[in-house]
T-cell receptor, first 114, second 113 residues
């Protein structure tokens, strides 16, 4: 089955700086890569996703890049703000055979230092 | 935030008792999932169901049971056989297949003493 590795487990950055979280996946059939944000005590919520037919996607301060050859994808947050502090999960899935849905990474705790 | 609900938000039980966690969705999703979340462990899949009256074990199914009698509902029972039941439990739903967004419920925090 699919295996998703996520790094780092904790990331501390100064407010206003950029943050990058990286994930690798093992199954070349995976073609859907979402990122979820989970604030303390809350449910995970989708913040951005990318499909394998594109290499990059941006939404304001958030961007995701995908390298299918290397089987890795990354989340980039620019101009970080205090409300960006949360746990971020990457995931991988594929159409047609993904009966068990998404495979999640173990999460990155992002801390924004004032 | 609407669409998928879990109840109760907090649940306390004595060791040796079975307990059932509720999950309901009105998103008309075929697929539903149960995850367990422990600090530093991410989201671990307990059970999933792609269609009514069918469900499959996930990575950590031992000590848990589910049913899927209605499309909207996917209750999880934590049995006395589960050795470490204290955790945060999240239910999710999605359109069928592995390339669709999963929508999560607000979670149930279960404490067993």
């Amino acid at each position: 089955g699919e295996n998703v590795e996520q790094h780092p487990s904790t990331l501390s950055v100064q407010e206003g700086d950029s943050a990058v979280i990286k994930c690798t996946y093992s199954d070349s059939a995976s073609n859907y890569f979402p990122w979820y944000k989970q604030e303390l005590g809350k449910r995970p919520q989708l913040i951005i996703d990318i499909r394998s037919n594109v290499g990059e996607k941006k939404d304001q301060r958030i961007a995701v890049t995908l390298n299918k050859t290397a089987k890795h994808f990354s989340l980039h947050i620019t101009e970080t703000q205090p409300e960006d502090s949360a746990v971020y999960f990457c995931a991988a899935g594929y159409s047609g055979g993904g009966a068990d849905g998404l495979t999640f990474g173990k999460g990155t705790h992002l801390i924004i230092q004032p | 935030d609407g669409g998928i609900t879990q109840s109760p938000k907090y649940l306390f039980r004595k060791e040796g008792q079975n307990v059932t966690l509720s999950c309901e969705q009105n998103l008309n999703h075929d697929a539903m999932y149960w995850y367990r979340q422990d600090p530093g462990q991410g989201l671990r899949l307990i059970y999933y169901s792609q269609i009514v009256n069918d469900f499959q074990k996930g990575d950590i199914a031992e000590g848990y049971s589910v049913s899927r009698e209605k499309k909207e509902s996917f209750p999880l029972t934590v049995t006395s056989a589960q050795k470490n039941p204290t955790a945060f439990y999240l239910c999710a739903s999605s359109a069928a297949g592995g390339d669709y967004e999963q929508y999560f419920g607000p979670g149930t925090r279960l404490t067993v003493t």
